[in-house]
């Protein structure tokens, strides 16, 4: 008799007199990559169609200390793309793209763990068996409408039969900011100043009056004293609030194992991470800036009832605590200060105490090292509690090849906000020094402009405050699922799955939000060469009228194992070769808004009609106004996904890899009124409609080589790339817009500017060129020369054109290399980007606070190919006057993860109760070549194009040990 198992290494076993046999079966490694996690189920690699890429949790592992499942995924799986904007402790998680974008709204893909929709962080890396991506309709579909963005199934670790095994994993992380933008000292910066004074006297010859002499620059490079380093700041802001390093901290254990009555798999797993910002003791009594810990504990069971009965319990929960300024409400003048101000506007803390502040004649020029460090804490805290029970039962008794599944879960998630020292409205001295007279100017820094309502106010104590600000969201999750097996003639082998759930969610008191599913499939294998696969989804969701509430979403697909037909045998070298293809449509219904089909009313704030009081006044009566138009008609947004590919291993196992060619079209887009082109008598804004199109499509593929020679040494290497490029087919654009400024025939995000055609190098071209209809009079040389661009003899907004790309790329490229001899271990991973556009503004010299940072040499009479135009002195001209200077290639390579480690495994470690030792050194983001400013891929918090600053990204150095008892 033969016993098989999907995973584990086939054995046969001779049948005597025995009325029972008991068969243990070993895991086969090689076996073990060919499962795939599917939608709802598991395949052999072999029988799937679909476009699934899976990578293990062991892959995650290894990438340099990240803790974010999302960031260690970059590079990883063809087909997923991440942008990374901050390092910001425990908000490092990127965002994340299957395949590109087709929508304007959310393009987030979901994201389910052991089954259920919870976020990415709320799992440890640790715990992580495995992750699947569905990219494809064959894939999705059985999704419904929250399959459109793709699918990620993370799967967490679970027991198996055998006795307990006890893993430790400790390591420390040294982090440092990967690249700030370079900026130019007092004195360079002084030196362009005055070079801009100069250019700017032939149209305001009052600005020599702020002409600062040499020797007075002199002053800010070697003052003599520290009252002249005072009254001459010369202040180098990112070393003065970035440390050179900071640490991070991460602990695990986890235990195994199992006996025939019950498996378990626990762990624990604790992480901390620190700041980059430099603190000190303020004598206060807490330490300001940023911070992040977090705890989580897992317990998976899986209790065998009786032979055909299996309960399955899921136990996991997470705290974390974000520490972060109680003045966090202005971040973005505190980021833009630590990246804009200049080096002389103040000095940071001077010598008696006295905080440094602007001079009145300067705005928003923030002392953030006082920000960060006087203002008080917040602590926010996250609280999950996530458990999930399934009960498995083989029904072979009533038909073979018959199973039940029934799950239920319940998740309940409490943030608190508001709770710690609220310092910011404290009244600690600041202080200016004037430079032209050396007057001393002080006040008190009360905040005024502080945002948070707080219960209680703690000012100038560090008592904490008994403030209390919270929400809680709750998730109630059920399912009931058939399975269905047989094989016919040994040859014909079918399968069929029929399951329907429902998910309800709420945050605080609202009405639960509520969808239902009812999942089908139904896959039909001939010989192990033909497959036919047919799924899909009857779908409702509460966003919608009952009229449109549900919707029917299936795909079909195909597959043929070639090297199965006995036409391709005599190619000796192909081991393994399919085509596969598939077809279907899936729905979205990924928008924040609930009830858009409903108008919604609201009391005051627009025109009365009708009757007026006595003598003209306005009508007594209580009135109300329709806020929200509503739409009856809105339904789904579609995706129909189109998807050929090739599967091949040649060599016996050498090489491995994959092609996929995908093209899908999303119709219905959901656009918001604001969106819409109506005319303004049509007295509010249009209400949203299924309107949009777009079409996105490209190609990925993977490539693996892995070959062990005689000598023991095994070298292997993976490569992928992934290419996807998406069109707008229709945007509701306005009618007289121009074709070039229409949203159609572009890609979502594409990026708009004024187009140069170099500087004006001449008074004599200035006076040729094209007139400006705003500020003409203010162009001198050294201005940026713009093209105008539609031949209408001015330049003004219709001259603003698509430039280059969008801020999501084009095209991602990965390669990894990887050695083993004997206990030893290495690999080098190199990770890239390119056609995306980035923009980053800096300040010019319009105010006197403003900097100017390294971009390049800057254009002068000897110097008329500059990289940059001439600054402008305390002149803001129009915005067109930039043109593309603050536009970036935003392509980069980047050595993004390598590892070195010795595994030791020796008699004398069995005497002491441990299997082996894992010691390892490893790294992310470790090098980087870019022509960006800094490392930022895109910009922070979703702040659109034009984004000056945010907390660094970071490298990261790990040392770490894998102790196996």
Same mark, same amino acid.
């Not at 006890?166 to 933008?181: C, E, G, H």
């Not at 001198?780 to 201005?783: E, Q, R």
């Not at 054109?801 to 990965?814: A, R």
């Given at each position: 008799?033969?016993?098989?198992?999907?995973?584990?290494?086939?054995?046969?076993?001779?049948?005597?007199?025995?009325?029972?046999?008991?068969?243990?079966?070993?895991?086969?490694?090689?076996?073990?990559?060919?499962?795939?996690?599917?939608?709802?189920?598991?395949?052999?690699?072999?029988?799937?169609?679909?476009?699934?890429?899976?990578?293990?949790?062991?892959?995650? +592992?290894?990438?340099?200390g990240v803790?974010? #499942?999302?960031?260690?995924?970059?590079?990883?799986?063809?087909?997923?793309?991440?942008?990374?904007?901050?390092?910001?402790?425990?908000?490092? =998680?990127?965002?994340?793209?299957?395949?590109?974008?087709?929508?304007?709204?959310?393009?987030?893909?979901?994201?389910?763990?052991?089954?259920?929709?919870?976020?990415?962080?709320?799992?440890?890396?640790?715990?992580?068996?495995?992750?699947?991506?569905?990219?494809?309709?064959?894939?999705?579909?059985?999704?419904?409408?929250r399959?459109?963005?793709?699918?990620?199934?993370?799967?967490?670790?679970?027991?198996?039969?055998?006795?307990?095994?006890?893993?430790?994993?400790?390591?420390?992380?040294?982090?440092?900011?990967?690249?700030?933008?370079?900026?130019?000292?007092?004195?360079?910066?002084y030196?362009?100043?005055?070079?801009?004074?100069?250019?700017?006297?032939?149209?305001?010859?009052?600005?020599?009056?702020?002409?600062?002499?040499?020797?007075?620059?002199?002053?800010?490079?070697?003052?003599?004293?520290?009252?002249?380093?005072?009254r001459?700041?010369?202040?180098?802001?990112?070393?003065?609030l970035?440390?050179?390093?900071?640490?991070?901290?991460?602990?695990?254990?986890?235990?195994?194992?199992?006996?025939?009555?019950?498996?378990?798999?626990?762990?624990?797993?604790?992480?901390?991470?620190?700041?980059?910002?430099?603190?000190?003791?303020?004598?206060?009594?807490?330490?300001?800036?940023?911070?992040f810990?977090?705890?989580?504990?897992?317990?998976?069971?899986?209790?065998?009832?009786?032979?055909?009965?299996?309960?399955?319990?899921?136990?996991?929960?997470?705290?974390?605590?974000?520490?972060?300024?109680?003045?966090?409400?202005?971040?973005?003048?505190?980021?833009?200060?630590?990246?804009?101000?200049?080096?002389?506007?103040?000095?940071?803390?001077?010598?008696?105490?006295?905080?440094?502040?602007?001079?009145?004649?300067?705005?928003?020029?923030?002392?953030?090292?006082?920000?960060?460090?006087?203002?008080?804490?917040?602590?926010?805290?996250?609280?999950?509690?996530?458990?999930?029970?399934?009960?498995?039962?083989?029904?072979?008794?009533?038909?073979?090849?018959?199973?039940?599944?029934?799950? #239920?879960?319940? =998740?309940?998630?409490?943030?608190?906000?508001?709770?710690?020292?609220?310092?910011?409205?404290?009244?600690?001295?600041?202080?200016?020094i004037?430079?032209?007279?050396?007057? +001393?100017?002080?006040?008190?820094?009360?905040?005024?402009?502080?945002?948070?309502?707080?219960?209680?106010?703690?000012?100038?104590?560090?008592?904490?405050?008994?403030?209390?600000?919270?929400?809680?969201?709750?998730r109630?999750?059920?399912?009931a699922?058939?399975?269905?097996?047989?094989?016919?003639?040994?040859?014909?082998?079918?399968?069929?799955?029929?399951?329907?759930?429902?998910?309800?969610?709420?945050?605080?008191?609202?009405?639960?939000?509520?969808?239902?599913?009812?999942?089908?499939?139904?896959?039909y294998?001939?010989? &192990?060469?033909?497959?036919?696969?047919?799924?899909?989804?009857?779908?409702?969701?509460?966003?919608?009228?009952?009229?449109?509430?549900?919707?029917?979403?299936?795909?079909?697909?195909?597959?043929?194992?070639?090297?199965?037909?006995?036409?391709?045998?005599?190619?000796?070298?192909?081991?393994?070769?399919?085509?596969?293809?598939?077809?279907?449509?899936?729905?979205?219904?990924?928008?924040?808004?609930?009830?858009?089909?409903?108008?919604?009313?609201?009391?005051?704030?627009?025109?009365r009609?009708?009757?007026?009081?006595?003598?003209?006044?306005?009508?007594?009566?209580?009135?109300?106004?329709?806020?929200?138009?509503?739409?009856?008609?809105?339904?789904?947004?579609?995706?129909?996904?189109?998807?050929?590919?090739?599967?091949?291993?040649?060599?016996?196992?050498?090489?491995?890899?994959?092609?996929?060619?995908?093209? =899908?079209?999303?119709?219905?887009?959901?656009?918001?009124?604001?969106?819409?082109a109506?005319?303004?008598?049509?007295?509010?804004?249009?209400?949203?409609?299924?309107?949009?199109?777009?079409?996105?499509?490209?190609?990925?593929?993977?490539?693996?080589?892995?070959?062990?020679?005689?000598? &023991?040494?095994?070298?292997?290497?993976?490569?992928?790339?992934?290419?996807?490029i998406?069109?707008?087919?229709?945007?509701?654009?306005?009618?007289?817009?121009?074709?070039?400024?229409?949203?159609?025939?572009?890609?979502?995000?594409?990026?708009?500017?004024?187009?140069?055609?170099?500087?004006?190098?001449?008074?004599?071209?200035?006076?040729?060129?094209?007139?400006?209809?705003?500020?003409?009079?203010?162009k001198?040389?050294?201005?940026y020369?713009? #093209?105008?661009y539609?031949g209408d003899?001015?330049?003004?907004?219709?001259?603003?054109?698509?430039?280059?790309?969008?801020?999501?790329?084009?095209?991602?490229?990965?390669?990894?290399v990887?050695?083993?001899?004997?206990?030893?271990?290495?690999?080098?991973?190199?990770? &890239?980007?390119?056609?995306?556009?980035?923009?980053?503004?800096?300040?010019?010299?319009?105010?006197?606070?403003?900097?100017?940072? +390294?971009?390049?040499?800057?254009?002068?009479?000897?110097?008329?190919?500059?990289?940059?135009?001439?600054?402008?002195?305390?002149?803001?001209?129009?915005?067109?006057?930039?043109?593309?200077?603050?536009?970036?290639?935003?392509?980069?390579?980047?050595?993004?993860?390598?590892?070195?480690?010795?595994?030791?495994?020796?008699?004398?470690?069995?005497r002491?109760?441990?299997?082996?030792?894992?010691?390892?050194?490893?790294?992310?983001?470790?090098?980087?070549?870019?022509?960006?400013?800094? =490392?930022?891929?895109?910009?922070?918090?979703?702040?659109?194009?034009?984004?000056?600053?945010?907390?660094?990204?970071?490298?990261?150095?790990?040392?770490?040990?894998?102790?196996?008892?």
């Open positions: 008799m033969v016993f098989s198992f999907i995973g584990y290494v086939t054995k046969e076993v001779a049948v005597t007199n025995q009325t029972r046999i008991n068969v243990t079966l070993s895991a086969d490694v090689k076996t073990l990559e060919e499962v795939v996690v599917v939608g709802y189920g598991e395949q052999k690699k072999e029988s799937v169609i679909a476009a699934i890429t899976q990578t293990k949790g062991a892959v995650l +592992e290894r990438a340099g803790q974010s #499942i999302g960031a260690a995924l970059t590079g990883n799986v063809p087909g997923v793309i991440t942008t990374s904007s901050t390092g910001m402790p425990g908000e490092e =998680d990127p965002r994340i793209l299957i395949r590109g974008s087709s929508t304007w709204n959310n393009s987030s893909p979901l994201i389910l763990v052991d089954g259920i929709e919870r976020p990415m962080n709320s799992v440890d890396i640790s715990s992580v068996e495995s992750v699947s991506v569905l990219k494809d309709a064959s894939a999705t579909a059985v999704y419904g409408v399959g459109a963005n793709g699918v990620i199934l993370i799967t967490t670790k679970r027991g198996v039969e055998g006795r307990a095994l006890i893993r430790a994993r400790v390591q420390t992380t040294v982090k440092t900011p990967s690249k700030l933008p370079g900026k130019m000292d007092a004195y360079d910066t030196q362009i100043r005055n070079q801009a004074i100069e250019n700017e006297l032939s149209l305001r010859p009052e600005a020599w009056t702020s002409y600062v002499p040499q020797a007075i620059i002199e002053k800010y490079r070697n003052p003599a004293d520290q009252a002249e380093r005072e001459y700041p010369n202040i180098d802001w990112q070393k003065e970035f440390k050179d390093h900071a640490m991070a901290y991460n602990a695990s254990l986890n235990i195994s194992g199992g006996t025939k009555l019950v498996k378990y798999f626990t762990s624990a797993d604790f992480l901390q991470e620190k700041d980059l910002f430099r603190v000190y003791d303020n004598h206060r009594g807490y330490e300001g800036g940023y911070g810990n977090r705890m989580n504990v897992r317990s998976n069971l899986d209790f065998q009832l009786t032979p055909t009965t299996v309960l399955k319990s899921n136990l996991s929960g997470s705290y974390g605590v974000s520490k972060k300024p109680m003045a966090r409400a202005n971040e973005f003048y505190m980021w833009a200060a630590a990246y804009s101000n200049a080096p002389d506007a103040f000095y940071p803390q001077y010598s008696d105490g006295s905080w440094g502040y602007y001079a009145p004649l300067i705005s928003r020029a923030e002392n953030s090292m006082r920000t960060v460090g006087i203002s008080g804490i917040e602590y926010i805290t996250n609280t999950r509690l996530n458990t999930d029970f399934t009960l498995e039962q083989k029904l072979d008794k009533l038909v073979k090849g018959l199973k039940f599944a029934g799950t #239920i879960a319940f =998740d309940n998630v409490f943030v608190e906000t508001g709770r710690g020292i609220n310092d910011a409205n404290n009244t600690a001295q600041e202080k200016y004037y430079p032209e007279t050396g007057q +001393e100017v002080y006040r008190q820094a009360f905040d005024t402009s502080n945002r948070f309502d707080f219960q209680e106010a703690v000012a100038w104590t560090t008592a904490p405050g008994a403030i209390d600000n919270g929400a809680t969201a709750r109630l999750f059920y399912q699922q058939l399975n269905y097996g047989v094989t016919l003639g040994q040859k014909h082998n079918i399968t069929t799955l029929g399951l329907v759930n429902r998910n309800e969610t709420a945050t605080g008191s609202e009405i639960p939000r509520v969808r239902e599913d009812w999942v089908y499939r139904a896959t294998n001939y010989a &192990g060469k033909y497959m036919l696969e047919y799924n899909g989804a009857y779908t409702g969701s509460e966003k919608f009228n009952k009229e449109n509430r549900f919707a029917f979403f299936q795909s079909a697909g195909l597959g043929w194992m070639l090297s199965e037909e006995n036409f391709m045998k005599p190619i000796t070298f192909l081991n393994y070769l399919k085509i596969r293809g598939n077809y279907g449509q899936i729905g979205d219904d990924n928008i924040n808004e609930r009830f858009i089909f409903m108008s919604n009313w609201a009391y005051g704030g627009a025109g009609f009708g009757v007026v009081g006595e003598g003209g006044e306005n009508s007594p009566y209580t009135w109300y106004r329709e806020s929200t138009v509503g739409n009856p008609d809105v339904h789904w947004e579609v995706v129909t996904k189109a998807n050929i590919g090739l599967d091949f291993e040649l060599f016996k196992g050498l090489l491995r890899g994959s092609v996929d060619y995908f093209n =899908d079209e999303r119709t219905d887009i959901l656009l918001p009124g604001n969106n819409r109506v005319p303004s008598y049509y007295g509010t804004r249009a209400p949203v409609a299924n309107l949009g199109r777009v079409k996105n499509k490209g190609y990925e593929f993977e490539l693996n080589f892995n070959h062990s020679f005689a000598n &023991g040494i095994r070298l292997w290497s993976n490569a992928n790339m992934t290419h996807a998406n069109k707008v087919l229709f945007a509701d654009d306005p009618e007289l817009l121009p074709d070039y400024q229409k949203r159609a025939d572009k890609q979502l995000g594409q990026a708009y500017t004024y187009v140069s055609q170099g500087y004006y190098n001449t008074w004599d071209e200035l006076y040729a060129s094209t007139m400006h209809n705003q500020n003409d009079a203010w001198i040389p050294g201005n020369h713009l #093209i105008d539609n003899g001015v330049i003004d907004s219709r001259d603003n054109v698509p430039f280059e790309y969008s801020g999501n790329p084009q095209n991602t490229y990965n390669t990894t990887g050695l083993d001899w004997k206990g030893f271990s290495g690999f080098v991973q190199f990770y &890239g980007v390119n056609n995306v556009t980035r923009q980053v503004v800096f300040n010019s010299l319009g105010s006197q606070n403003n900097v100017v940072y +390294e971009q390049g040499s800057i254009w002068s009479k000897d110097n008329p190919n500059a990289d940059t135009p001439m600054p402008r002195w305390l002149t803001t001209p129009a915005e067109y006057y930039r043109g593309s200077q603050y536009f970036y290639d935003g392509s980069y390579i980047r050595l993004k993860n390598a590892e070195l480690a010795y595994t030791l495994e020796s008699k004398s470690l069995k002491f109760g441990l299997n082996n030792i894992r010691l390892f050194v490893n790294g992310n983001n470790l090098l980087l070549w870019t022509k960006m400013p800094d =490392d930022r891929e895109s910009n922070f918090a979703g702040t659109g194009w034009a984004s000056q600053g945010a907390y660094p990204t970071v490298k990261r150095y790990n040392i770490g040990a894998n102790i196996t008892f």
